[in-house]
Each structure stands twice: as structure tokens, then as C-alpha cells.
């Protein structure tokens, strides 16, 4: 890309929660920030239906991008993702596929593709590193979902060598959490559903019930956190070289465990300590209970973020204290919940 060019970046899925996050991390920088001279395109499924190739084709001719931050996915909750493993599959490889097909026909250099921690198998050593990707096979809850996301990563692997794009790259975020979340009761993650039972708990009177004895163990990253990530690894990207087309077969590592430091206090914690959390941020002052008759789930599912500390991010680098981080996720749900996506 000329120096004189300006980025163009394209945002797939950008009103979802890491999408806002980025939008809220780009009204920050100035000028001579990396990013902050670029001209930012945030779309979504009304924009275009990426499932469709020559709606896809469209939206990139239109945008013409340099930089692509690739978050779109169809997505639901464990149910519904049981019910439908073939629907999460194919509709997210085509999806995929389509997104990495116009991207390398129109230049792209510099790409971020989303993946999940799902991907990892079930039974993974811990704690769980890039390495561990294809080692086994996903949870069968989610599978589908788990195996189109792990058919990206190796498309992207593919692209990166058939067109030498070393700055092609993917993320493997941990439970992301933050303002614009999905408070849905069922279909959400931890964090949102807690906040919205702890909410309504308040407002009615009652108790704040958490399913489960509390005792399992997560690990999080805070959605601003994530964008923070996202946004160095689009405009500082690790410096590999070029991308050698007849280097050995065996799997590069292209992707980077995104999740807070799991030796520090803010790492892993329990899904007790995490209510706890949310009963203080939002002043709760009743009974804090713990249903156990209902399943605790895996227990833990420890991921390292070694890789990422140490070839991306800045030493000086911060993660936001899950504190501080409920507490302005809370805050943003008590002034937003009639317009929140529950």
C-alpha cells in the first residue's frame, strides 16, 4: 500500500459488542495515531447479507477496503445451537468464505478475523494454547458453530500462502463482556445475563439468583480491552515476513488467545466472585442465592495468553479489572436497558 494512501478499513458485524467497542476506541485516537487518519466502514446484516457471494462481492466494491476487521457471525445460545449445528455450519462458512474471497480480490493487507474460544477441544489440556486448535474435536453442543469457525482460521492459513498475506490474522477471545452486549436471559453470555438477573432482582425486590454452585472458573476480556487488541494487530501487526508458498505443510499459528493475564487476580475467576461483582456495582442489597440444583457445567477451561504478551502487545500493556469493568457495563445497562438487546 503507498504511504501517501489512506487506510480504508471495513468492519464486519460493527454494532454488535466488539464492533461498538472499536467504534468507541476510534473516537479516540488523533491523527498521527496508527488507524486514526483511516476512513472506517461499519456495516452490519442490514447493510449486506454476507451469506450471499455477490451481496458481499457488492459491499466490497463499493468500500474498496485496505484493512478488514471480519466480527460478523451468526450466533445464538446453546440451544439453539444444538438444535441446529448444520444451520451455524453452513451459514457461517458461507459467510466466511465469501468475506475472505472479496477481501483477497480486492488487496486487502491487513485483516483481523474473529474466531471463538469454542474451537478448542473439549478435552484440551489446560491451560489451552494456540497450538491446541486441531487437536481434538469441539464440544458436541456447539460443534457446528466450533467447526466453521476452525474452517476460517484454516481458509485464512490458506489465503496467507496462496497470496502471501503475512498480516493476515486471527483473535480467539475469551468471554467478552461491555456495553451493547446482549442481555438476553438465556441466549447471552455470563456477565450480560447476571447483570440483567441482578437488575430486575433490584427492581423487583427479590433475590438474585445465580444458577449453580458459583464455583466454576472463567476467564474474561473486557470488549474495549479487545479493541485495543484488534486495532494493534490491524495497524501494527507482528513482523513475520513474507509468506513462503512452498514452506512445510504443517499448520503456521496465525492466531492470538486474546483473555486477561491468567496468573494475575483479574485472570480467572469464579462465576461467585463474578455476581458478587455485579451485586456491587449495581448496589444490590438483597439475598445473593445459588440455585444448585442446577449444572455448574466444565469447570474450568484455563486459556494462556503467553503468545499474545509476548509478540503483540506493549509491556506497559493493561487489562481492565473485571471490577471496573462490570461497573461501567452495569452502568451503561441501567442507563440503556429500554434499548438494550435483551
Known amino acids: 500500500?503507498?504511504?501517501?494512501?489512506?487506510?480504508?478499513?471495513?468492519?464486519?458485524?460493527?454494532?454488535?459488542?466488539v464492533g461498538r467497542a472499536i467504534q468507541d476506541e476510534v473516537a479516540k485516537l488523533n491523527a498521527s495515531s496508527p488507524g486514526g487518519n483511516a476512513e472506517w466502514h461499519f456495516v452490519h446484516s442490514g447493510d449486506a447479507d454476507l451469506r450471499?457471494?455477490?451481496a458481499t462481492a457488492a459491499l466490497f466494491d463499493r468500500v474498496k477496503p485496505t484493512h478488514l476487521v471480519h466480527l460478523a457471525a451468526r450466533v445464538g445460545g446453546l440451544f439453539a445451537n444444538m438444535q441446529d449445528n448444520l444451520g451455524f455450519f453452513e451459514d457461517n462458512l458461507k459467510l466466511n468464505s465469501n468475506v475472505l474471497r472479496s477481501a483477497a480480490r480486492v488487496g486487502v493487507k491487513n485483516a483481523v478475523f474473529c474466531l471463538s474460544t469454542c474451537v478448542f477441544p473439549a478435552a484440551a489440556k489446560l491451560p489451552i494454547t494456540e497450538a491446541d486448535l486441531h487437536q481434538g474435536p469441539p464440544h458436541f453442543s456447539n460443534e457446528g458453530?466450533?467447526?466453521?469457525?476452525?474452517?476460517?482460521?484454516?481458509?485464512?492459513?490458506?489465503?496467507?500462502?496462496?497470496?502471501?498475506?503475512?498480516?493476515?490474522?486471527c483473535v480467539v477471545p475469551t468471554n467478552i463482556y461491555g456495553p451493547y452486549d446482549n442481555f438476553h436471559l438465556v441466549n447471552s453470555?455470563?456477565?450480560?445475563?447476571?447483570?440483567?438477573k441482578c437488575y430486575e432482582a433490584k427492581e423487583r425486590g427479590e433475590a438474585f439468583v445465580v444458577l449453580g454452585t458459583g464455583k466454576p472458573l472463567r476467564q474474561f476480556i473486557y470488549s474495549l480491552d479487545m479493541a485495543r487488541i484488534i486495532l494493534r494487530l490491524l495497524f501494527q501487526p507482528p513482523q513475520t515476513g513474507d509468506v513462503d508458498p512452498k514452506a512445510s505443510p504443517a499448520p503456521d499459528i496465525i492466531s492470538y488467545?486474546?483473555?486477561?493475564?491468567?496468573?494475575?487476580?483479574?485472570?480467572?475467576?469464579?462465576?461467585?466472585?463474578?455476581?458478587?461483582?455485579?451485586a456491587r456495582a449495581m448496589e444490590f442489597r438483597g439475598e445473593l442465592k445459588f440455585d444448585e440444583t442446577k449444572s455448574d457445567g466444565i469447570f474450568r477451561k484455563t486459556a494462556s495468553n503467553g503468545r499474545l504478551r509476548n509478540e503483540v502487545l506493549p509491556s506497559d500493556f493493561k487489562f481492565t479489572p473485571l471490577d471496573e469493568g462490570i461497573a461501567e457495563t452495569c452502568e451503561w445497562f441501567v442507563e440503556n436497558h429500554e434499548k438494550a438487546r435483551v
Open 1 to 17: 500500500m503507498p504511504a501517501a494512501q489512506k487506510p480504508v478499513v471495513l468492519v464486519t458485524g460493527g454494532r454488535g459488542l
Open 52 to 54: 450471499d457471494g455477490d
Open 145 to 169: 458453530y466450533a467447526y466453521s469457525k476452525r474452517m476460517m482460521e484454516c481458509e485464512v492459513r490458506y489465503y496467507r500462502k496462496a497470496y502471501n498475506l503475512p498480516n493476515w490474522l
Open 189 to 196: 453470555h455470563v456477565i450480560p445475563a447476571l447483570i440483567r
Open 257 to 278: 488467545i486474546c483473555c486477561g493475564d491468567e496468573n494475575s487476580e483479574d485472570g480467572e475467576l469464579s462465576i461467585a466472585d463474578v455476581a458478587k461483582s455485579i
